[in-house]
Every structure is written in C-alpha cells, then in structure tokens.
C-alpha cells in the first residue's frame, strides 16, 4: 500500500490543522492506521492509532484531548485532526499501515509508511 500525507503548514498556538493519509494500492480496509511524529534530532515517536475498521483509537499522553485519529474506509484516507495546538506539536509527521486488525504504538509495528507532512506550531 501507498501512503500520502498531506494538510501540515504552519498555524499559531492554539489552532487547529487537519492531517489526512490518502492510501493507494492495497485495501486500505485491512490495515490499522497510525500517525508518528519526529522532531529535529529526536526520535520518531508515537501520536495516534486506530483500528483496520476504525475502532479502538488510542493516543500519546501528550496529545490526548487534543487529537483525534478517525478513518474513512470508503475514501481510503485516514485523519489526524489536531486541535489546541502547541509548538511542542512541531515536527514531521507520518502516516503508516499495518497489516492487522488492531493497530500499534511502537514504529516497528508498522510496515508501510508515507512521506512526512512538516507541522510547525508558532508560539
């Protein structure tokens, strides 16, 4: 499966952007989504996953009540809608696929992913 990211930018502290994940290739049903992210000179990290039929979300601490993973299977797409926004969000963010029902917290977990989409959060 192809992944794509898109809907990063540049937005000030306290707004609100909306990352989507447009999957080609495969059907994207039967993969768990995740989102990552990495910031300069740190590791990538975890952010947010759901399930291959879009139960089940789970989140960093650092953005729980903040972001929300969803999915559209029929749009083959998934989301990251990230409100509240902090300059501690900046970073690259990613998508990725998993070939299972339940998704992952850990970037192992994961064997397709789509190029980054740049985040930066001004304060």
């Known amino acids: 499966v192809q992944l794509q990211a898109s809907g990063g930018g540049l937005v000030q502290a306290g707004g609100s952007l909306r990352l989507s994940c447009a999957a080609s290739g495969r059907t994207f049903s039967s993969y768990a989504m995740g989102w990552f992210r990495q910031a300069p000179g740190m590791e990538r990290q975890f952010v947010a996953a759901i399930s291959r039929v879009g139960d089940s979300p789970f989140y960093a601490d650092s953005v729980k009540g903040r972001f929300t993973i969803s999915r559209d299977n029929a749009k083959n797409t998934a989301y990251l809608q990230m409100n509240s926004l902090k300059p501690e969000d900046t970073a690259v963010y990613y998508c990725?696929?998993?070939?299972?029902?339940?998704?992952?917290?850990?970037?192992?977990?994961?064997?397709?992913w789509g190029h980054g989409t740049q985040v930066t959060v001004s304060s």
């Open positions: 990725a696929a998993r070939p299972s029902y339940s998704s992952a917290i850990y970037v192992g977990g994961y064997d397709y």
